[in-house]
């Protein structure tokens, strides 16, 4: 390939990958004010979902919900794309509540790929990187596999799962980054070259069947929400048509084929070797952990509007396709189920994050991030996630601006970069809401009020979408006032509502806020009990908002203490060329761990595992002493 | 920091048994030795292999006399305690020996160590972890074998045995918590909220033995606080005395061991009794009565037993009948003093304003005397001191953590029962277990994921 010539005077920031993070990254560092290359390996493959189609859930939710609160775009072409849309954890409390969409696929890619191509200083070029262009220390630009060279003044590597990728079905093992799509092996190597140090993992996805050869009769319906939210706060709320997924179960005769066939399972033949996640085992690895559950649930999602493939969430494996099919048909309602693709292991590098910088960005090379599965994560929304940082960075970077990082009571994006860059990873990085210790005020409900802000700064949001944020945390507080003096007088209807929800009666006036405390007291049906004309004058949005700032308020100033406390710490700053090696007070193993992560606060020092309290006290006191060596 | 320097101090525990130990490490710990230490058969104690005795005089380099007759042990870095070289010196002699043997290993070179020091090196060079740290500070500031025991047996993590069960039991109930607001759109069932309930009772009631046990803890490593009070003349220090004559066990004037105030243990049975404000008692009876009330109230307040003192062979008055509405009763003995003054006949004082049985004794004579330590000792423990079999907690600062983690347990409970959202109880839980880390030094998110996967089929 020979370059184009108008891309060979080079860009502020080149992103390498279209997938998820890279897509979020490039449109972060062009919005911002860089000019912007987008280098992928096919135009066709923008915005990808490999696996499968679904954004959000538990835990990713909240991270594309932040997403859509710095501005980015993952929750807005979610609402553009979805097929089904469903509120997850409804039963729980809303902390932990969490939107999940089914997406047509197909629709997803073109929709991102429309909003990439109409970003103005974004440009999009079909290319395969095979290094990175390095002098003094400093990124330069990418080369390609013909040799030609792009300049850069920062580079934002998002290559997911290519890096020396090799798929495994059954016995077979060939090279490749998806499946259809040869692996960047020269990128592997040459990274390592420049010293990054790479691991190796493993993913998989289930097999693809028609929709017209299954019987839906014998499954679960799953409808999907009756009134869908959206994740984004800013786009139109547009209703779509709702696509409805199946629930079926696995069986004593599934497992019987699993079992029988095990010996030519991955697991057993060894043919698959990187460490792959355990919160998502194949079906081979459920059936061997757990040989009592006598089934296991397989979900039937559609991948899109125009295309008769089903996704069985629950049956990856990698067996070889002959057995694949077996296992399917022997599941009840997959009786005469046709494959359409099979499902499969993919195996790939990735860099060791503790190599990074909170802002994403190499240690030792400046000016190249890495973002996405590179990292050892897994999911679209942690890519997404890092893309935005690390595009947020790319860019600051080339204006000469302070770095942009979010603390981990900031945002679940804080809390999956911190987990990153100071604990490493063993096994493909999900995120999970038990992960973040302040879950409480890591809210779906509240990231535009905790996010939204910072992203008007950085300058991804612009002052119309804002001030959509503004008004609405204003309205809040509004209504937070008017809640915590209105007094709701002891009337029937108050009382009958109270003992409804098992509340006990109020024999004299007391606040609505009082009275929200109280669990399973809810604002709507108080108000209109009490006579308070709130419905009319504040948004529902705002009315939940104010419910669960008040049901939650004990354990929000609880954390919020908890935070103070440890403010001090994270406020305590390691110099950069701080020597761990030096401080011979230090155990040998605490020394290594230190200069490994190079912590850059004592905050950050304190969660890297295997660094006691101990260390902690000692690593203060030199740095109080201004670090003797 | 002072991680390069070799250090030394005397680590018999006071007035235990006839051989002291005088210990050293650090990289120059096994020079020094050497230097001082003339051995019985020849040979170069910097060549002596790790691991090994050696008999031999620790001899004054200045007059080049022997200080004393000593058994040295040297060991090697990185197998020692501290990960260092040490260099541990058995002596015959009484604290006087020691002492000397001490300041001459500061004279060539070594510093005297702070207090738990060589626990530090061990800790900070990772040889031990923080319970078993802390339950070394425990060793050495033990005062009795009873005491003794139980930090040793802490020091063999029968504590953090304990408390790594209550915490894998929580992480338990946090897992089936979690793996329902995680996992929710899986196969997952939600929280048993019965079975959570039963769990985490039995874990509470687990916790509330561990803090139970701390009393016990305390009494075995610091001593039953104990107060002597009544109004001047009526014996005090005699009975102080009398008490102190044959059962006078340690009288620590270690600096910095554990405490500033020199104090008095009074060794009751295997009871140890530690006497609250004996300054006050020691110095005369004016002081006590200068101080007046106040003090002796905050005495009383700060105790776990009173002996309440009064004089038989003289009429009860104002201040007696004062004291008297002023003891907690459980927590008192009274002790009617000089009974040698009315021998055979009533006393003077009033025995029916008292509310309990009082003991008579003579402070003097001594009569009375083994009655009244078997009442103290019945009084305290039931009579014997529990063999520390089961854990006990003997550090204040676990203890505060165990207060802290069933404080969270019981807010989970109380959740439970108003039907609060799993979000919360699961923030609760966690709250108990991040306690209980801080003792044994884990942390939750790792192990709560184990917990998880293991637990539950995850995998969509």
């Keep these: 390939m020979i370059l184009p010539a108008s891309s060979s005077h080079g860009f502020d920031v080149v992103v390498v990958g279209g997938g998820h993070a890279g897509c979020e990254a490039a449109l972060a560092a062009a919005r911002i004010g860089c000019d912007t290359l987008l280098l992928t390996m096919s135009l066709e493959k923008i915005a990808l979902m490999p696996c499968n189609p679904a954004v959000g859930g538990v835990g990713k939710g909240q991270l594309t919900r932040e997403i859509d609160a710095l501005g980015g775009e993952q929750g807005r072409n979610t609402d553009r794309s979805y097929i089904q849309m469903k509120m997850l954890n409804t039963g729980k409390g809303p902390a932990v509540q969490a939107l999940r969409a089914q997406t047509s696929k197909k629709l997803y890619e073109d929709n991102m790929k429309r909003v990439l191509a109409a970003e103005p200083r974004l440009y999009l070029l079909e290319g395969n990187a095979a290094g ?4 003094r220390e400093t990124i330069a630009g990418v080369f390609l596999d013909d040799g030609s060279r792009i300049p850069a003044r920062a580079v934002v590597l998002a290559c997911g799962t290519f890096l020396r990728g090799v798929i495994v079905i059954g016995e077979q093992r060939f090279p490749a980054g998806r499946m259809g799509e040869p692996p960047s092996s020269r990128l592997s190597e040459n990274l390592e070259r420049w010293g990054i140090e790479l691991g190796r993992f493993q993913s998989a996805t289930p097999p693809r069947v028609d929709a017209r050869s299954i019987d839906t009769d014998k499954m679960t319906v799953d409808p999907g929400d009756p009134s869908p939210q959206h994740f984004s706060f800013f786009s139109a709320a547009t209703r779509r048509k709702q696509v409805p997924c199946y629930l079926t179960y696995t069986n ?8 029988e066939h095990l010996h030519l399972s991955p697991i057993r033949t060894g043919s698959v070797s990187g460490k792959g996640p355990r919160y998502c085992p194949s079906i081979d690895r459920k059936v061997i952990n757990f040989p009592d559950r006598d089934r296991h649930p397989v979900f039937i999602e559609p991948e899109g509007i125009r295309t008769r493939e089903l996704y069985l969430q629950g049956l990856t494996t990698s067996l070889p396709v002959w057995v694949q099919e077996k296992v399917v048909r022997a599941t009840p309602g997959l009786e005469s189920a046709r494959i359409m693709r099979p499902g499969y ?10 190599q990074l910088r909170p802002t994403l960005e190499v240690r030792d090379l400046s000016c190249l991030f890495l973002a996405g599965q590179i990292n050892g994560t897994s999911g679209y929304e942690e890519a997404a996630a890092q893309g935005i940082i690390a595009g947020i960075n790319a860019a600051r970077h080339c204006l000469g601006q302070e770095p942009f990082t979010l603390r981990r009571d900031q945002a679940y994006i804080g809390v999956l970069i911190d987990d990153l860059v100071t604990k490493g990873v063993d096994e493909p990085y999900r995120m999970f809401t038990s992960r973040a210790e302040y879950r409480l005020l890591l809210r779906h409900d509240n990231a535009h009020s905790r996010l939204s802000p910072l992203a008007h700064q950085v300058g991804l949001l612009d002052d119309a979408d804002y001030e959509k944020v503004v008004r609405h945390e204003s309205s809040l507080k509004d209504l937070l006032a008017e809640l915590g003096t209105a007094r709701v007088q002891p009337s029937p209807a108050v009382n009958d509502y109270l003992e409804s929800c098992g509340s006990s009666a109020i024999s004299s006036a007391v606040t609505a806020e009082k009275l929200l405390r109280r669990p399973h007291v809810s604002l709507d049906p108080l108000a209109r009990a009490a006579g308070l004309d709130i419905e009319e004058r504040f948004v529902p949005d705002v009315r939940r908002r104010a419910e669960i700032e008040l049901k939650y308020s004990g354990y929000i100033e609880r954390q919020r203490a908890d935070i103070e406390r440890r403010s001090r710490m994270e406020s305590i700053v390691i110099p ?14 605490s020394r290594d761990r230190l200069s490994r992560v190079r912590p850059a606060t004592i905050g950050q020092a304190s969660r890297i595992s295997g660094v006691t309290p101990a260390d902690i006290s000692i690593l203060s006191l030199y740095l109080e002493r201004k670090a003797p060596h | 920091m002072r991680a390069n320097e070799t250090i030394a101090a005397i680590s018999t525990p006071f007035g235990a048994g006839a051989i002291g130990i005088v210990r050293m490490t650090g990289p120059r710990a096994l020079d020094i030795c050497h230097r001082l230490f003339r051995p019985a058969g020849g040979g170069d104690l910097a060549d002596a292999p790790s691991h090994t005795l050696h008999y031999g005089h620790i001899v004054d380099p200045a007059t080049g006399e022997s200080v004393d007759e000593v058994l040295v042990a040297v060991m090697r870095a990185p197998a020692t305690y501290t990960r260092e070289d040490i260099a541990e010196i058995n002596c015959h002699g009484g604290p006087v020996a020691q002492r000397k043997i001490l300041s001459l290993l500061l004279d060539e070179g070594a510093v005297l160590a702070s207090p738990g020091e060589f626990t530090r090196r061990a800790f900070v060079n990772g040889r031990i972890d923080l319970v078993q740290a802390e339950s070394v500070a425990q060793v050495v500031s033990a005062r009795t074998e009873a005491g003794l025991r139980v930090a040793m047996a ?4 029968s504590l953090s045995r304990e408390i790594a069960a209550v915490r894998r039991s929580l992480l338990g109930v946090l897992a089936s918590l979690e793996a329902g607001i995680d996992f929710a759109d899986e196969d997952i069932d939600d929280v048993d909220r019965d079975d959570a309930g039963k769990r985490l009772q039995e874990q509470a009631g687990r916790l509330r033995e561990l803090i139970d046990s701390a009393f016990v803890g305390r009494v075995l490593s610091e001593g039953v606080r104990t107060a002597i009070v009544g109004k001047p003349n009526v014996g005090k220090s005699s009975l ?39 300054a006050g008692l020691r110095n005369s009876e004016d002081a006590a009565e200068r101080a007046g009330i106040d003090r002796s109230r905050r005495a009383i307040r700060e105790a776990d037993l009173v002996l309440c003192l009064f004089d038989g062979s003289e009429r009860e008055d104002d201040h007696d009948r004062a004291l008297i509405n002023t003891v907690p009763a459980e927590r008192t003995i009274f002790v009617v003093n000089k009974s040698d003054l009315f021998r055979g006949r009533r006393p003077s004082f009033n025995l029916g304003l008292l509310p309990a049985e009082p003991v008579l004794v003579s402070a003097l004579t001594r009569q009375g005397l083994s009655e009244l330590k078997g009442l103290i000792a019945g009084r305290v423990l039931g009579g014997e001191i529990p063999a520390p079999a089961s854990p006990v907690v003997t550090h204040e600062r676990h203890k505060r953590l165990l207060e802290e983690a069933l404080a969270a347990v019981e807010r989970t409970l109380q959740g439970l029962r108003v039907g609060l959202g799993d979000e919360i109880l699961a923030e609760e839980v966690r709250a108990a277990i991040v306690s209980l880390g801080e003792i044994t030094g884990e942390e939750v998110v790792e192990d709560l994921l184990d917990t998880i996967f293991r637990q539950f089929c995850i995998g969509k």
């Design chain 1, 132 to 135: 990175i262009d390095v002098s």
């Design chain 1, 252 to 259: 004593e005769k599934t497992h019987e084929v699993i079992r």
């Design chain 1, 345 to 354: 292991a993919v195996e790939y590098d990735f860099a060791l994050p503790s």
């Design chain 1, 576 to 589: 950069e060329d701080f020597d761990f090696g030096a401080i011979s007070a230090l155990s040998i193993e």
């Design chain 2, 154 to 157: 802490q020091l063999e993590g």
């Design chain 2, 240 to 278: 102080l005395n009398a008490l102190l004559m044959r059962e006078r066990a340690i009288v620590t004037e270690m600096p910095g061991t554990t405490r500033d105030t020199i104090e008095e243990i009074i060794n009751i049975e295997g009871v140890p009794l530690r006497l609250i404000d004996t």
